[in-house]
């Protein structure tokens, strides 16, 4: 049984690997020298497959670099793997070929189509590899290629790709400036823009630092990438070769400056950047490329409006030396000595919220006990209208027939109520109310649990920590990413917060405004129903020792005594709530878009469907 068992699983494993891993193929190549076109697909006419193979050949003799075109009518022609695009069979392709240039460094390239997956792709040879092209050989796709292949011009697209790749291929080596460890001479002025006395003092800054830490920091300038070979990648990609080409150490800064002169005016404009070692990855990495756009603007304003203004190249430079040795030394931000400077910010923060919150919190149990006797104090308080309303009505039977409840009054009560305005302003009345004086200190009781105060206290002390929290966390967000240093509060935090403040109100207000009222379900219906009572000596003073005379009568009920007047405390009849809310409004709708999708660049190449 073993036996078998074994046989059986020997022959399965044979089975497996005689199943070929990658079951793609390629169209064949061209049997004769010269031919740098592969149109499997059919795309071109034979003038054009001409002219684009004589421009490919052309480029090959004069560089000695190849140029090769292939188009393909799918990858399902050239069973090519489901999961495969643009990118892996392009390489696949590339590899099968074994595509190369004369000198054997792997610098060849490859045009690649797939028409009826309306693909493209340009694979680069090895040879490129961190060159940084990536962002160009993408741009010619975005920018040359795609509005030709969109409309099926496929000459014309093949034709500005094999254009567009031509100065990679003609514009020769890349150029670095001569440097050698052994002079121990830091600063390469090959643009020419310092003078010898800031060269010496540069170099005996940098040499100083670089006795201290064994760490390097090398200062070069230029005058353009144009003549170092270099104009198809960005100046940054450009240091980045420079780091490597000097075998710059993990610790090293390498830092680059590039002059343009103005063709309108006599300024110069200069572009800086920074190449750093692995050590200094993460926050010192930000923080040294972030100088370099403050020193370009100062520099900038140093020329246009002064040096009280803004930089001299010399200052810059020396500034350059500031940074890097603040990031060699790791002299970045520490934790204490921000707390300690902002120390009066943040116990003020913690104390509004102390306040606040502690407020809030002794508010609770008082707000409990008012949900639970806010319906006795709206029943007692309508007893008590209704008394009122007894010595008022006057003969009236619309008032002496009221319930003693403001609210959902019908229009005929409303009306009636706001003639007692007119008629009491003139000739007051007093009405004694010492038989409910039971009830109105019940009343009374109750109304006093409501928590409007504390809930008051607790929001200001919420919007006074808040603007002030915010601005702690710029300030420390500035300080532990930007500046590496620990900083006050700014001016640009103070406006900052403020504003985010005001922003954030807009939407938050609204919502914590209906919590308070959620959570003091019922504190301004029963101040309405007490609109009557709320004048009374007994509901306005705290205790008897606010009066000299004990036998003030706290239970004498007068209009002129009143919080609110009748019209206000009886409300809108229906027809005027129904003229308040009527009103007009409009509204149109609106449409959108969408770009169609493209691919981008990266291990060596670049492209995208079209």
């Not at 590339?94 to 693909?119: M, T």
């Not at 993408?138 to 292949?149: A, K, T």
């Amino acid at each position: 049984m073993n036996k078998y068992f074994l046989s059986i699983t020997i022959l399965f494993v044979l089975l497996l690997s005689s199943i070929p891993v990658n079951a793609a193929s390629v169209p064949p190549e061209p049997n004769e020298d010269g031919i740098w076109v592969i149109d499997d697909a059919g795309l071109l006419i034979q003038s054009q497959f001409d002219s684009l193979n004589d421009k490919c050949n052309s480029i090959y003799l004069n560089t000695g670099t190849p140029i090769v075109i292939l188009t393909i009518e799918s990858y399902e022609s050239q069973d090519a793997p489901d999961d495969w695009e643009m990118e892996e069979y392009a390489r696949f392709a590339f590899d099968e070929y074994g595509i190369n240039d004369d000198r054997n460094e792997d610098k060849a390239i490859l045009i690649f189509i797939s028409e009826l997956d309306r693909q493209f792709w340009i694979e680069l040879g090895g040879g490129y590899s961190g060159e940084g092209l990536e962002d160009y050989v993408q741009s010619i796709f975005d920018n040359d290629v795609r509005p030709w292949l969109a409309e099926d011009r496929w000459f014309d697209g093949l034709y500005a790709a094999v254009e567009g790749l031509r100065p990679i291929l003609e514009e020769g080596e890349i150029i670095i400036p001569d440097f050698s460890w052994s002079d121990e001479i830091w600063v390469v002025d090959d643009g020419n823009i310092l003078c010898d006395e800031e060269e010496v003092e540069l170099n005996m800054i940098i040499n100083e630092i670089e006795f201290e830490t064994s760490c390097p920091i090398i200062i070069i300038t230029i005058n353009s990438l144009a003549e170092k070979n270099a104009s198809l990648i960005s100046f940054n990609s450009y240091m980045d070769e420079v780091f490597d080409e000097y075998g710059v150490q993990d610790c090293g800064i390498v830092w680059g400056i590039m002059v343009e002169f103005s063709l309108w005016s006599d300024m110069y404009w200069y572009q800086i950047t920074v190449s750093s070692g692995e050590q200094y990855n993460g926050d010192w990495d930000r923080f040294l490329r972030d100088q370099t756009w403050q020193m370009e603007d100062s520099l900038y304003y140093g020329q246009e409006y002064g040096m009280n203004e803004g930089s001299s190249l010399f200052e810059v430079t020396t500034d350059i030396t500031q940074y890097s040795e603040k990031a060699i030394n790791d002299d970045g931000f520490k934790i204490d000595e921000w707390l300690e400077i902002n120390s009066i910010p943040i116990l003020l923060v913690a104390m509004f919220l102390f306040i606040g919150i502690g407020l809030f919190i002794y508010s609770i149990p008082k707000k409990l006990k008012f949900r639970k006797r806010k319906d006795e104090a709206l029943v007692k308080t309508a007893v008590i209208n209704r008394a009122i309303m007894s010595n008022l009505s006057g003969g009236s039977s619309i008032r002496s027939e009221w319930n003693g409840v403001f609210g959902g009054m019908k229009d005929s009560e409303i009306k009636s109520f706001r003639q007692l305005d007119e008629k009491l302003r003139h000739e007051d009345v007093n009405i004694s109310l010492e038989k409910y004086g039971t009830e109105l200190e019940i009343i009374k009781e109750i109304y006093n649990l409501r928590s409007s105060r504390s809930d008051i206290a607790t929001a200001f002390s919420i919007i006074i920590s808040f603007p002030m929290a915010i601005m702690l966390v710029l300030s420390y967000s500035n300080s532990s990413t930007w500046k590496m240093e620990a900083q006050k509060i700014s001016t640009d935090d103070i406006f900052i917060g403020i504003f985010v403040t005001v922003f954030i109100g807009f939407f938050v207000g609204p919502i914590a405004a209906m919590f308070f009222r959620m959570i003091n379900n019922g504190s301004g219906q029963l101040k309405k129903e007490m609109a009557l009572i709320l004048g009374l000596p007994l509901m306005k003073r705290r205790s008897r020792d606010n009066y000299r005379d004990d036998n003030y009568d706290n239970f004498m009920w007068s209009y002129h005594g009143m919080s609110r007047s009748f019209r206000s405390s009886s409300g809108s009849t229906s027809s005027e709530r129904s003229s308040a809310s009527s009103g007009g409004g409009g509204g149109g709708g609106g449409g959108g878009g969408g770009f169609g999708g493209g691919g981008g660049g990266g291990g060596g190449g670049g492209g995208g469907n079209f």
